[in-house]
């Protein structure tokens, strides 16, 4: 079994951003997990796109929302985040006097980087009237320079609260702006960013997939192309998308989203099938590389040595927390 002190442990995590050590393969870790939530007053918040055994042995399994409002709320003394960086930046601007550790710090997301924080400054600085709405798979530079944050599951809640007349830029993700440009018919200026995940989905190999399917629908997270929403049944944010499967009377489902959300699904509804809507290439590419950085071991690791931990700009922290105090007081007032 891995033991090394805390020291130690610091020295190890390498620049890859998580420890490197090895562990017994007779560890039972869902065992030794649960014995470190105790011991360290711990939480384990995790995202649909984590692997399965990470969401088997979750405190809290949700959608971005559902993540940061459990992170708002939590009285444990260390937030364990299974998710990507901005998420556990997100529980951690929520929670600057707790500490919260992420299995892998390396574990980014394309969307974020797609909108580095001094180009979205000179780009917001063009539209002076303008209100900022961002989503938040952006980073904490991009949600100081904003006015409100949503997520998948609210931004068209977000958009309608703000007076019809108020010029908005939409930030990060071009294909959710779109959207909700659709949506809402609000005329927003949006930055152009994608995540590298949600474009993959081939028109075509869908299309091929619903000839041999004809009973499945097709479900869609609004982070994909138009064109794949313009074929789905159903468009939604993870939660969503799970709780349409769950009430939808439908055997099958083509499921494009990136494919953790499956096991859920699979879970809430064994007798149904989930395919996932295929990539343009031969690829995993429907896996996000980033969220799949995360393992059970390093999430057992990050627990028991308590890195690597989420440290930030203090200042940094006060200034992106106003847009999400804005986020989920508005989704509050809509009871979500
Ligand atoms: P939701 O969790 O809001 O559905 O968004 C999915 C996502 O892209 C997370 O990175
Ligand atoms: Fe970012 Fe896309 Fe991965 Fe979500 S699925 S973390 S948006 S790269």
């Not at 042995?57 to 949700?62: E, K, R, S, W």
């Not at 998948?152 to 830029?169: C, G, L």
């Not at 200026?189 to 997939?209: D, P, Q, R």
Request: charged content about 25%; glycine content about 4%; aromatic content about 6%.
């Amino acid at each position: 079994m891995a033991d090394i002190n805390i020291a130690a442990a610091r020295e190890k995590l390498s620049s890859k951003g998580f420890l490197d050590v090895a562990i017994s393969p007779e560890l039972d870790l869902f065992l030794e997990i649960g014995k470190l939530k105790k011991e360290k007053n711990a939480v384990i918040l995790a995202h649909y796109y984590q692997e399965s055994d990470i969401q088997d042995v979750a405190d809290f399994l949700g959608d971005s929302l559902a993540l940061a409002q459990q992170a708002e709320k939590t009285t444990a003394d260390l937030i364990v985040f299974a998710g990507v960086h901005f998420m556990a930046e997100t529980a951690k601007i929520l929670n600057p006097d707790k500490k919260v550790v992420l299995p892998d710090l390396n574990a980014g997301c394309s969307l974020a980087d797609s909108a580095p924080g001094y180009l979205f400054k000179e780009f917001k600085e063009r539209y002076p009237d303008h209100l900022v709405i961002s989503y938040i798979n952006c980073s904490a530079e991009v949600k100081a320079l904003s006015d409100i944050i949503c997520t998948s599951s609210n931004a068209e809640k977000i958009i309608e609260s703000v007076p019809k007349d108020q010029k908005i830029i939409f930030a990060p993700d071009k294909n959710l702006g779109a959207y909700l440009i659709k949506k809402t018919g609000r005329d927003m200026v949006l930055w152009n960013g994608a995540c590298m995940v949600h474009e993959i989905f081939s028109l075509e190999k869908i299309t091929k997939l619903k000839i041999r399917h004809p009973n499945a629908k097709i479900i869609a997270h609004p982070e994909c192309e138009d064109p794949i929403l313009r074929i789905a049944d159903y468009i939604g944010s993870t939660t969503g998308l799970l709780n349409y499967t769950k009430k939808d009377t439908s055997l099958e489902y083509i499921v494009a989203t990136e494919t953790g959300i499956l096991h859920q699904m699979q879970l809430a509804s064994p007798r149904k099938t989930f395919i996932p809507a295929p990539p343009t290439n031969n690829c995993a590419c429907n896996d996000c590389p980033h969220m799949k950085l995360n393992t059970l071991e390093k999430l057992y690791l990050c627990m028991k040595y308590e890195q690597p931990e989420l440290l930030m700009d203090p200042r940094l922290m006060v200034a992106a927390r106003k847009p999400i105090d804005r986020m989920l007081q508005i989704s509050a007032s809509y009871g979500l």
